[in-house]
């Protein structure tokens, strides 16, 4: 009895260890960045396609789109709210990177809507879109040679309840940028919202605003579907 229970054990050792070697070679295919060491966010990327120092590229699960998704980032999931899709017409998710800083945080996150608008109503859906987050109605604008990019920021802060927004402050850089990219051979369109909350989350402007438009610059909307 006493051997066929060492038998036993010996057996499910022996199997722990080869799972967990299996396991081991699986993780080391990953890169090693935060965005890969979530299960859920792995789901988006593409692990051999660093296209830029700090992006993978992202897939969306409606298969509309493909854009650069920085690698400190993790798509929520805890929620139902955090990501949400209807079949290849809709997507929302959320993404966030919390830094700690002193004996506090900086939070970054990034929230992104997949969804198709008439284009005949766009100067509508983004008079709309920048009024509710910047109190602003003359966004700047780019093109590429695939979409249309509508975009903004400024420097946002709350005293009690209200939310006040400074353009152009000279003291604080922008910590929330707000921006809507449509497709120049469809309807399809992203509203992409970047803020971060803490003490000192931003310090340059240019450099987040540059790290912003790769973001934008990077989105490629899927013809044909």
Known sequence: M??????????????AILIGGIWGVNE???????????HFTRKFLNKDKKVDDGFY??????????MWFPEEYQVLHKYREDYTRNGESYENWSASYIKPYEND??????????SEND????????????KEQLDSKKPKQLETSHTRIYYDYAYTYFRGT????????????????????????????????????????????????????????????????
């Open 2 to 15: 006493k051997k066929h229970t060492k038998t036993i054990i010996l057996v499910i050792v022996g199997a």
């Open 28 to 38: 080391s295919r990953y890169p090693n960045a935060p965005a890969f060491d979530d």
């Open 57 to 66: 590229e992202f897939k969306s699960k409606t298969g509309q789109y493909t």
């Open 105 to 114: 945080q900086q939070t970054y996150a990034i929230k992104a809507e997949f």
């Open 119 to 130: 284009t005949k109503s766009e100067l509508i859906y983004v008079e709309s879109l920048f």
């Open 162 to 225: 209200n939310q006040h927004i400074v353009h152009d402050s000279k003291e604080n850089p922008p910590n929330l940028y707000v921006a809507y990219v449509a497709d120049k051979s469809s309807d399809k369109v992203i509203k992409l919202i970047y803020d971060s909350v803490g003490e000192n989350t931003e310090t340059n402007k240019m450099d987040r605003k540059k790290w912003f438009l790769k973001m934008l610059q990077s989105i490629r909307f899927v013809k044909g579907n």
